[in-house]
């Protein structure tokens, strides 16, 4: 069946021109042009597939099925409007609403994610494998922080609950004004489903553990693809994954990728010179770990509360049921 995606003004070309442009003057691309083009996308479905836990272990799919329920244990409304904040492949979505089906009397669905190739992957996953359910895919950048209520008011009946769904966004979003920002999107009865990335010990104890994940040849793809699709050339640069904390008592740490020109540059893009001195680094991806034991921290000071967590046997990854009261 055909898809029909609405595209928010965030995802407009002047405003995608100006973040790009503006990425390369500092040196930091936006971690939206990851996934921004068809081929990105699948170049991240592709690293997704072998490396992410959620399709490498089947055991924290099972823990995502128990946060699931528990989830729709505290839907009190007849009507649910389920929104998927970043709904990548729609894997996890899917198997949400397949539980919802048989509690709802009506269901409505939202997946959003800044590449409208995945928006169209998640639908026809969705349509493939469910019946229909009212569904409205928008193509945003939630890193813009946009307006988005008056499009998720529009096809809900009176007395809606929304449940948020947050997976797998937190990492490569700066996580202190995006939190906050979600918790805006949240009227008193609404419910938050949220993943996070969590490194077992602090730093730098994990980090045998979890930065083969990023430094590894799909992961290289993906990045080298972005790198490519801007006038780099493979010759010209040599990307590195290195960790740093971002706490002093390495609670929070980042894992970072940068490229490092191998010689001089002369990059033109959209009319405009940047030159790139040899040596000189690129960030292309950053993603935030967190403890276990800091998590209830990073989300009360966001101003929402932990009502119920599902953390995997590895503490590699929680899911937190969350509440804006």
Not at 132 to 156: G, H, K, N
Request: glycine content about 4%; aromatic content about 10%.
């Amino acid at each position: 069946m055909p898809v029909t995606l609405t595209v928010h003004d965030s995802q407009y070309p002047t405003q995608i021109t100006a973040q790009l442009l503006r990425g390369l003057r500092v040196r930091q691309l936006p971690g939206k042009f990851l996934y921004d083009s068809p081929a990105q996308a699948q170049r991240w479905l592709a690293y997704h597939q072998a490396y992410s836990p959620s399709r490498t272990e089947p055991a924290l799919l099972a823990l995502y099925q128990e946060a699931f329920q528990a989830a729709l244990r505290a839907v009190t409304a007849s009507a649910l409007h389920y929104v998927s904040l970043g709904c990548g492949g729609g894997t996890k979505d899917v198997l949400f609403l397949q539980q919802a089906l048989a509690q709802c009397a009506h269901l409505c669905f939202t997946p959003m994610d800044v590449s409208a190739a995945l928006v169209v992957e998640t639908m026809v996953r969705l349509q493939s494998t469910l019946p229909p359910i009212t569904s409205s895919p928008l193509v945003v950048d939630l890193e813009a922080e946009p307006e988005i209520l008056p499009l998720l008011e529009r096809y809900e009946p009176t007395n809606t609950q929304r449940i948020f769904a947050c997976f797998g966004m937190l990492p490569n979003f700066v996580y202190r004004t995006f939190l906050p920002y979600i918790r805006r999107l949240m009227r008193p009865t609404d419910l938050l489903l949220l993943s996070a990335n969590l490194s077992p010990l602090p730093y730098p104890h994990s980090l045998p553990l979890i930065v083969p994940q990023y430094d590894n040849p799909f992961a290289h793809a993906w990045f080298s693809g972005l790198l490519e699709s801007l006038g780099f050339s493979a010759a010209d640069l040599h990307v590195t994954v290195q960790a740093h904390t971002l706490s002093d008592d390495g609670q929070v740490w980042q894992i970072r990728a940068h490229a490092q020109c191998q010689r001089q540059i002369h990059l033109t893009l959209y009319d405009e010179q940047f030159p790139f001195a040899n040596g000189e680094q690129l960030q292309v991806f950053f993603s935030n770990r967190f403890t276990p034991q800091i998590m209830p921290q990073i989300l009360a000071e966001a101003g929402l509360t932990v009502v119920e967590t599902f953390l995997f046997a590895s503490q590699e990854e929680g899911i937190y049921l969350c509440t804006g009261l």
